[in-house]
């Protein structure tokens, strides 16, 4: 079955500086890729995917990249605020029923 | 639109007792997953149906876990007996599956406290 990684678990930033987490996947058939981000105490909520004919996506602050190649896209957050702060969540979808893997989650710190 | 729907919010048992958690998905979704998410951890399929047949149901825990889901809508979810690592917030998240809207929406979870 799909096996993604997700690093770094926990992750420091200045407000003002940029974001990235990486996520790694096994299963060359999987075609979407979604973040999700997760307040505490709260459930998770979509942000941004991308599928696989895809190699980058962005949206405002947030942009999505996809290497199918090395098998590992990526969550850039531009020019964070205190409010970025969450655990950041990514997962693949492969098969032809779409099942879904979760990555471990990284809990983003945006220090003022 | 309304939201899915989870109940209950809350629930304490002590273990080897019993437990279900109901939930409703978005109005047309045919698609609806259970997750475990045991805090600090990524959520844990644990299965997934489509309309009311099951997809996936790789990590359920077949010995002490059930689900079902009733006419393709409502599903419900049953821990018997429970054991204290059962301890986590349930998820149940919908979609519609089309093949442009994979988008999961996620209820606000059943978190459930074994002693």
């Given at each position: 079955g799909e096996n993604?990684?997700?690093?770094?678990?926990?992750?420091?930033?200045?407000?003002?500086?940029?974001a990235v987490i990486k996520c790694t996947y096994s299963d060359s058939a999987s075609n979407y890729f979604p973040w999700y981000k997760q307040e505490l105490g709260k459930r998770p909520q979509l942000i941004?995917?991308?599928?696989?004919?895809?190699?980058?996506?962005?949206?405002?602050?947030?942009?999505?990249?996809?290497?199918?190649?090395?098998?590992?896209?990526?969550?850039?957050?531009?020019e964070t605020q205190p409010e970025d702060s969450a655990v950041y969540f990514c997962a693949a979808y492969s098969g032809g029923y779409q099942k879904v893997t979760f990555g471990t989650g990284t809990k983003l710190q945006v220090i003022p | 639109e309304a939201g899915v729907a989870q109940s209950p919010r809350y629930k304490i048992i002590e273990k080897r007792q019993s437990v279900a958690f109901w939930c409703n998905p978005i109005s047309g979704h045919a698609t609806l997953y259970w997750y475990q998410q045991i805090l600090g951890q990524g959520p844990?399929?644990?299965?997934?149906?489509?309309?009311?047949?099951?997809?996936?149901?790789?990590?359920?825990?077949?010995?002490?876990?059930?689900?079902?889901?009733?006419?393709?809508v409502d599903s419900t979810l049953k821990i018997q007996p429970a054991k204290l690592e059962d301890s986590a917030v349930y998820l149940c998240a919908s979609s519609l599956r089309r093949a442009t809207d994979y988008e999961q929406y996620f209820g606000p979870g059943t978190r459930l406290t074994v002693t």
């Amino acid at each position: 079955g799909e096996n993604v990684e997700q690093h770094p678990s926990t992750l420091s930033v200045q407000e003002g500086d940029s974001a990235v987490i990486k996520c790694t996947y096994s299963d060359s058939a999987s075609n979407y890729f979604p973040w999700y981000k997760q307040e505490l105490g709260k459930r998770p909520q979509l942000i941004i995917d991308i599928r696989s004919n895809v190699g980058e996506k962005k949206d405002q602050r947030i942009a999505v990249t996809l290497n199918k190649t090395a098998k590992h896209f990526s969550l850039h957050i531009t020019e964070t605020q205190p409010e970025d702060s969450a655990v950041y969540f990514c997962a693949a979808y492969s098969g032809g029923y779409q099942k879904v893997t979760f990555g471990t989650g990284t809990k983003l710190q945006v220090i003022p | 639109e309304a939201g899915v729907a989870q109940s209950p919010r809350y629930k304490i048992i002590e273990k080897r007792q019993s437990v279900a958690f109901w939930c409703n998905p978005i109005s047309g979704h045919a698609t609806l997953y259970w997750y475990q998410q045991i805090l600090g951890q990524g959520p844990k399929l644990l299965i997934q149906f489509q309309n009311n047949g099951v997809v996936d149901d790789s990590q359920l825990p077949k010995d002490r876990f059930s689900a079902e889901r009733l006419k393709g809508v409502d599903s419900t979810l049953k821990i018997q007996p429970a054991k204290l690592e059962d301890s986590a917030v349930y998820l149940c998240a919908s979609s519609l599956r089309r093949a442009t809207d994979y988008e999961q929406y996620f209820g606000p979870g059943t978190r459930l406290t074994v002693t």
